[in-house]
């Protein structure tokens, strides 16, 4: 599935996202545009696995330029209590939330 994903900087910790699904020839379209000679161009690659967890969407983003896995979850309010699954606590280094090195615009320059 390829998906076309834009995220708005809301507050810190909210962000809203618009995500549509595209298809392999607006992909390949789009992937074109960030090998354009003399462009200036942002852009990550990563496979992205969805768990579910107790009515909660994991998704957890493997990057394939770096050793980087970073697992996001979309909370239906901002101080839901949130249980981190042991799949995902048993290799937890940091988290990230609110560090903007982390975000994708930053991780498209830096990879």
Not at 1 to 29: C, M, R
Not at 34 to 55: A, H, T, W
Not at 93 to 99: C, E, I, K, N, W
Request: proline share 3%; with cysteine.
């Amino acid at each position: 599935v390829y998906t076309h994903t834009i995220k708005k900087f809301v507050s810190s910790g909210i962000n809203e996202e618009y995500e549509n699904i595209i298809s392999k020839d607006e992909f390949l379209k789009f992937e074109s545009n960030c090998f354009l000679p003399n462009v200036e161009s942002m852009y990550i690659l990563k496979n992205r696995s969805i768990y579910i967890d107790n009515d909660l969407k994991w998704e957890v983003d493997n990057f394939k330029d770096c050793k980087l896995i970073i697992a996001e979850l979309e909370i239906p309010y901002k101080d839901y209590k949130i249980i981190i699954p042991n799949f995902i606590q048993e290799k937890l280094l940091l988290d990230v939330t609110g560090l903007n090195q982390f975000t994708n615009i930053n991780l498209s320059i830096k990879i």
